[in-house]
């Protein structure tokens, strides 16, 4: 089936209706009514078939992909400035249902980590999935997308593999088309926090560039991305952009940054230093052994060498947590453009092939170590748009930054096969409650920028008021 009006991903209109207050209540009205507002403002509702009745054709197939990245916050402040809240996705299935689909599924790929059952049960999504699904044959539940979990157990990495069988997931391969080519100068560079680097070299080398995509993705008529508004130690911002990296089944297949210091051919630090290098050396090896002793020798070789940067007054490490990381937001823009021209075939079109709205959760948004420990970051706002690079540039101007300095939102506007936007950063413009011109015209009454809280690597990022 082909989406409606395949032009309007080109639409650089993004709404941002306001709720009146900075909280969510517990039965998600404000929210839902939220929901109903940004899609009068942008033209997608349909007064008999709800707040997507334009957009979603009856008989459609829909896919709604929340950030569930964990469950619970890895600092102190809990769920709400972490995940995308259940009062949102409640009332976006509700909405999408209204419009008469023949079936809709929610699903997403957290960290490794996460325990995905306690996720649902602390948020009541497991009861919420098993009532509707019991009274709506189309709602087909909440799924979790990912193929690889795991646990470390004395230092060494315990993997539970092949969780979902491969052909429920769709490889593709960017090769040389990949934004990632130009950076890959050898086939064992690429990392990934917490992982066998040999695993990430059989997926991402010179000419090749594979990502595993749920098959349930590629094969629905209509994506509704629904992102938290977060600040990202490595990407500076997550947002409709980022938040696709949890349509990817395995982690191999997502390249975070390149070992080594900016002097050496690397973006994990700037520089170059022998105590991060001898670091790097000792992380790489104690994520490849099996062996608990020599996964805790290794792993106590890691702590010396962080306690040495440490008291060096080092902040940033090892992992590309700064503004010159030129990886993630390389493999977050591949994404997007498969989700965009993908096939089920592992092909992709010259043209979009499934309509994508995406709508950020910017009700309570995380700021400073996001996006694993966000603190609060209070702004009653939903962002609604067609194009994931205008949603970002707004939610980059939301989180206090220079949307220019900030890689994943500047280069989504770039010119390259499969683009993402077909537009110019500068005709970006806001809808709805906060009135409608360009995002400078609109947003300088309605919110200040600096107390925002940044990751320390992105400190040079932010816009000087």
């Known amino acids: 089936m082909m989406y409606p009006r395949t032009e309007m991903y080109l639409d650089p209109r993004v709404a941002a209706p306001a709720l009146p207050d900075a909280s969510y209540p517990a039965c998600g009205e404000a929210v839902a009514q939220a929901l109903d507002r940004a899609g009068e403002q942008l033209g997608w509702a349909d007064g008999a078939r709800g707040p997507f009745g334009r957009m979603i054709p009856r008989g459609a197939k829909v896919l709604v992909k929340p950030n569930l990245v964990a469950h619970e ?43 995905f059952q306690e996720l649902l049960r602390v948020t009541e999504l497991d009861t919420w999935a098993e009532s509707l699904g019991a009274h709506d044959p189309r709602f087909k539940g909440i799924r979790d997308f990912r193929r690889t979990t795991c646990s470390f157990v004395d230092g060494a990495r315990v993997a539970a593999e092949n969780l979902q069988p491969e ?3 769709v490889l593709f391969d960017l090769k040389g088309e990949s934004l990632l080519e130009p950076v890959t100068a050898s086939g064992d560079a690429f990392r990934v926090t917490c992982y066998d680097p040999r695993l990430m070299a059989r997926t991402h080398a010179p000419g090749r560039h594979q990502y595993l995509v749920a098959r349930a993705v590629m094969e629905a008529d209509i994506v509704i991305n629904l992102p938290k508004l977060k600040t990202h130690k490595k990407a500076g911002i997550t947002c409709a952009l980022k938040n696709l990296v949890g349509i990817n089944g395995n982690k191999e297949y997502l390249p975070h940054h390149r070992i080594g210091g900016a002097e050496t051919g690397g973006d994990c630090y700037p520089g170059r230093s022998l105590t991060k290098r001898a670091l790097e050396f000792a992380l790489d090896r104690q994520y490849m052994t099996a062996s608990s002793i020599e996964g805790e020798v290794w792993r106590g070789i890691e702590r ?37 021209y993908g096939r089920a075939d592992g092909t992709l079109s010259d043209r979009p092939q499934r309509q994508v709205l995406h709508i950020a959760d910017a009700v309570i948004a995380g700021q400073g170590d996001g996006p694993l420990a966000p603190q609060p970051l209070p702004l009653g706002l939903l962002l609604a748009g067609q194009n994931p690079a205008a949603v ?4 980059a101007h939301l989180l206090g930054y220079d949307p220019l300095r900030v890689p994943i939102v500047r280069e989504a506007f770039g010119d390259f096969r499969w683009p993402i936007a077909r537009f110019d950063p500068s005709e970006v413009a806001l809808v709805g409650d906060w009135g409608t011109g360009t995002v400078d015209e609109v947003m300088t009454d309605h919110h200040a920028a600096a107390h925002i809280i940044h990751p320390v690597g992105w400190r040079a990022a932010a816009r000087v008021l």
């Open 392 to 395: 970002d540039w707004v939610g």
């Open 167 to 169: 052909d429920r997931f």
């Open 304 to 340: 010396q060498l962080q306690r040495a940067l440490r008291l060096r007054g080092d902040q940033l490490g090892v992992e590309g947590s700064w503004s010159g990381n030129d990886t993630v937001w390389r493999m977050s823009l591949d994404l997007n453009r498969i989700l965009l």
């Open 73 to 115: 916050n890895q600092g102190p402040w809990g769920l709400e400035p972490l995940i995308t809240h259940p009062s949102l996705i409640r009332a976006v299935v509700a909405g999408a249902l209204h419009a008469d689909p023949a079936e809709l599924l929610v699903g997403d790929a957290p960290l490794q980590g996460c325990d």
